[in-house]
């Protein structure tokens, strides 16, 4: 069993940066792969960026790709997601998950946080 909690969300303008992390639980942290999702009021929860067990692989959703990069710290069990020129419709909470039983990009992880919520202001 994996738990995961995200922190790091709040409230920033326009074109600033926050960074979200995940810290997990358990020993298995490092033998899974990791992703970032976000859900929007009234939307479907959409993928944001992912990586692998190791950290030597990582994807992003093209909304985010250049402004937003994931990593991790195995040593520290923790996930992070850098969040820089933040616009509006970043504006969502942020979930990290755990050991994905299909590809990274695909909602069908293991384990979710509670979720985090970054609120961007123009």
């Known amino acids: 069993q994996v738990q995961l909690v995200e922190s790091g969300g709040g409230l920033v303008q326009a074109g600033g940066s926050l960074r979200l992390s995940c810290a997990a639980s358990?020993?298995?942290?490092?033998?899974?792969?990791m992703g970032w999702f976000r859900q929007a009021p009234g939307k479907e929860r959409e993928f944001v960026a992912g990586?692998?067990?190791?950290?030597?692989?990582?994807i992003y959703a093209d909304s985010v790709k250049g402004r937003f990069t994931i990593s991790r710290d195995n040593a520290k069990n923790t996930v992070y997601l850098q969040m820089n020129s933040l616009k509006p419709e970043d504006t969502a909470v942020y979930y990290c998950a755990a050991n994905p039983k299909g590809p990274l990009t695909i909602a069908t992880y293991d384990y979710w946080g509670q979720g985090t919520q970054v609120t961007v202001s123009s």
């Open positions: 990586i692998s067990a190791s950290g030597g692989f990582t």
């Open positions: 358990g020993r298995t942290f490092n033998s899974y792969e």
